[in-house]
Structure formats: C-alpha cells, structure tokens
C-alpha cells in the first residue's frame, strides 16, 4: 500500500508552535502532494509545525469545525495558522475567509475554481495566496478581478493547462514558494507580538 503523502506531517506539534500549518484533507481523496513534497516543506519550515485536518464532511460547516478542532488540540491562535487545500476544499476554505467566518494567518489554495463569488467580501487580515490552473477559453475576472479590486494580501499564479505533466511540478513549486512566504511572515509577526488573535 503506497504511503499517503500526510504520514510525513502527522507528527503531533509542540505546544509551543509559533506556525501550524494546517493540511486539509478527506477520506478517499486523491492527494495533491507526493510524500516527498511534504517532507521537503516541512524540512524547509522548520518554524512550523505540520498537521493533516482530516474532515467528517466537505462542506462549509465540516472545515470551520476541523479547523477548531485543531486549533484546540494544538492550543494554536487563529493568526498563527496558515491553510492549505485543494480543489473544492480549498474554494469552500476561500469562501469561508472572504466572508470573515474563518479566522486564520493564511490560507494557500491551489486548484481553486476561479469563478465569481456568490457574496461580497468581508474585510479580512488573512493573507491569501492561490495557485490558479486556467486556459485560453477560461473567461478572466470574477474571483480574480474581485481579488485585486479589493485591499485585501492576496496574490495569484496562474498556470496553463497546456502545460501538461509539466504544471504538476509548477503547481507544487508555486504553492511552496507561497507556504515559504507565509510560514516565514506569519513566524515573524508571532515573534514581534504583531497581529491579533
């Protein structure tokens, strides 16, 4: 049986974690990292602790309470978590900070459908970072152009579609350039003191 790629960060983090990085994840869902990938990220934050949030259910509802559960287990404040999902979690988790319901340092989500939200934004700290996969025929706009018409810490990188097998190794090399950036930022303002709970 192949190893899933989370063993490498299911170690429990120490009570004294200035950076939780929180992977989203669900029963029976493709994974979107190599093993490898996970082991490197971790060795590269070493700052950082690393944990699966494996959730009862895909929904709104089902990441705010995997979330909690694990800021409780970890004694973790909102401000030093950084999110990181994919696909349809990652869009749900997205919406969920847009709309100010989910307190947290940062979010990456990588494969987000880039289409328009279906309220207006909240005010958030949260930096957001995602790693879009479009095409030529992909109308532009919507969550993009809400995303830079706002104040808000967000950045994009888009990768094409035509790329093929070479966007799998683009996405991955995106989303640790953003897990990097983050980790680092978020463990400076813990250090400073800077940030709200």
């Known amino acids: 049986m192949p190893e899933s790629p989370h063993s490498a960060i299911a170690t429990p983090p120490p009570r004294t974690t200035r950076v939780l990085v929180g992977v989203?994840?669900?029963?029976?869902?493709?994974?979107?990292?190599?093993?490898?990938?996970?082991?490197?990220?971790?060795?590269?934050?070493?700052?950082?602790?690393?944990?699966?949030?494996?959730?009862?259910?895909?929904?709104?509802?089902?990441?705010?309470?995997?979330?909690?559960?694990?800021?409780?287990?970890?004694?973790?404040?909102?401000?030093?978590?950084i999110l990181l999902g994919e696909g349809y979690l990652a869009r749900l988790m997205l919406e969920l900070a847009l709309r100010g319901e989910l307190p947290c340092g940062g979010i990456v989500a990588v494969d987000v459908a880039a289409d328009a939200l279906p309220f207006p934004m909240a005010p958030t700290a949260t930096a957001i970072r995602l790693v879009i996969h479009h095409n030529d025929e992909a109308p532009h706009g919507g969550l993009i152009g809400a995303l830079r018409a706002a104040d808000l810490d967000a950045r994009v990188i888009n990768l094409d579609l035509a790329a093929g097998r070479a966007m799998e190794a683009a996405a991955a090399s995106a989303t640790e350039t953003f897990v990097l950036e983050l980790v680092a930022t978020i463990g400076r303002r813990t250090t400073d003191g800077a940030g709200n709970p």
């Open 24 to 81: 989203l994840t669900v029963p029976g869902a493709a994974d979107f990292a190599a093993p490898e990938t996970f082991a490197r990220w971790r060795r590269l934050t070493p700052q950082a602790a690393w944990l699966p949030i494996a959730l009862r259910e895909t929904s709104h509802a089902g990441i705010l309470s995997g979330v909690a559960d694990a800021l409780d287990r970890t004694a973790t404040a909102p401000r030093q978590l």
